[in-house]
């Protein structure tokens, strides 16, 4: 183990933070949050909680700090020059390293599409790293996407829904794979989500071209194969993947996979990710999502790629070159957005630009998130007895100090 992180000395056993708790919808001034070795001992009024008892170590914040839960970021495919879909181990561990000091406490790795051999490598090694707890599972955006929308994804590696694929992933990822981006219009796309939904993989509708209809119905037999396996913290809800980026645009007579997802999202029936960077979505688009359907059915995330963090220069995702130029990535075979350069950080900064506020944007950075995951009682809110993951920032939200299970990190 080679990365900063895990250099990094051990903290203290008990650590004092104080400021704004932003955390579940709710703004307390005046907080205070007490860690106790990697828990959250308190999390309440300053006022109301013994410090000097306590003993520990304050960790020094500006006047007018803000106190957030730990990100949790649902789609994330590489940052700091590592690219997730075809990084080796030690590679991975860097970026993860990179991510967790910049606040994304928790995240899915998530793989592109890629041959067969590259998508069981890439889940064997985020197999292993989520044993170490350093990741939260496994995304796979793919293989079985729409060509007419893939995106960023390579066509020459896309697939009609295949079971027995699809098996030998989930037995690879060894109880790991948490999400699958499929297109529900697809040849065996009901066989497929019947099979992950009866592991336990949250079907993740996108990179599809179907008609409203037909997403409508995807939704909803997802929704009750997820209910019927009743697997133990999981809400049971499907997921979308970046809603409007990857589909058909919403049209008033063609209303598209779009008009079904808010909808079901508003019913509380789908969680949606938005990927609000300020290039994947307009700030307008943004704010009205949040109005239409409510914050504790959204999951903000990054979509982000191996120049997450980095400046603008030339990269890869997966097998595809991509150049990023103004912070915007994009491939360079087809001009496609080829991912985000965020941090999930970033992107609720951008999100409250957009209008929406601040309390909302935390819960679908934090608390959506690990909800999808079935892991609401581990992390995503400040509550005594959590994981103690903690992002400290300033009032205008720039990013002070992160401490993830109890350890204070080296400064991003």
Do not use: W
Request: net charge negative; glycine share 12%.
């Amino acid at each position: 183990m080679t990365s900063a992180e895990t250099r990094a000395p051990e903290a203290p056993a008990r650590l004092i933070l104080r400021g704004t708790i932003v955390s579940d919808g709710v703004t307390l001034g005046d907080g205070l949050v007490a860690v106790e070795d990697d828990r959250i001992e308190y999390a309440g009024p300053a006022a109301e909680f013994d410090s000097a008892e306590f003993g520990g170590t304050e960790v020094p914040l500006p006047e007018g700090a803000r106190l957030l839960p730990g990100l949790v970021d649902l789609h994330c495919h590489g940052a700091d020059g590592v690219d997730f879909p075809s990084s080796d181990e030690d590679e991975a561990r860097r970026g993860l390293a990179f991510l967790h000091r910049r606040g994304t406490t928790t995240l899915l790795a998530s793989l592109v599409t890629a041959s067969k051999d590259e998508l069981l490598r890439g889940v064997a090694v985020f197999s292993k790293l989520d044993g170490e707890g350093l990741v939260a599972g496994v995304h796979a955006e793919g293989p079985f996407l729409s060509h007419t929308r893939c995106g960023a994804q390579n066509p020459a590696f896309l697939l009609e829904p295949d079971v027995d694929f699809a098996m030998e992933l989930i037995e690879a990822a060894e109880g790991t794979l948490a999400t699958m981006t499929y297109a529900p219009e697809l040849p065996g796309a009901s066989d497929l989500v019947d099979l992950l939904t009866a592991h336990g993989v949250t079907p993740s509708l996108g990179h599809t071209d179907c008609d409203d209809a037909t997403a409508e119905a995807s939704l909803e037999r997802a929704r009750d194969g997820l209910a019927a396996a009743g697997f133990d913290g999981a809400e049971g809800i499907p997921t979308v993947t970046h809603l409007f980026n990857g589909m058909p645009p919403l049209h008033h007579r063609s209303p598209g996979p779009v008009a079904a997802c808010l909808r079901a999202a508003a019913a509380g029936m789908a969680v949606i990710e938005l990927v609000a960077d300020g290039v994947h979505l307009a700030p307008a688009t943004v704010r009205t999502v949040f109005e239409l359907v409510g914050f504790g059915n959204i999951a903000l995330v990054t979509d982000s790629m191996a120049a997450a963090g980095l400046s603008d220069g030339h990269y890869m995702l997966g097998r595809s070159p991509v150049t990023v130029a103004g912070g915007v990535a994009t491939l360079d075979a087809t001009g496609s957005i080829a991912g985000g350069t965020a941090t999930l950080l970033d992107v609720v900064a951008r999100t409250t630009a957009a209008g929406v506020p601040l309390a909302e944007a935390v819960v679908s950075a934090t608390a959506v998130p690990a909800g999808v995951l079935g892991r609401s009682d581990e992390f995503g809110s400040l509550r005594r007895g959590l994981r103690a993951d903690i992002v400290a920032t300033d009032a205008d939200l720039r990013l002070v100090a992160v401490v993830r299970a109890g350890r204070l990190l080296p400064s991003a």
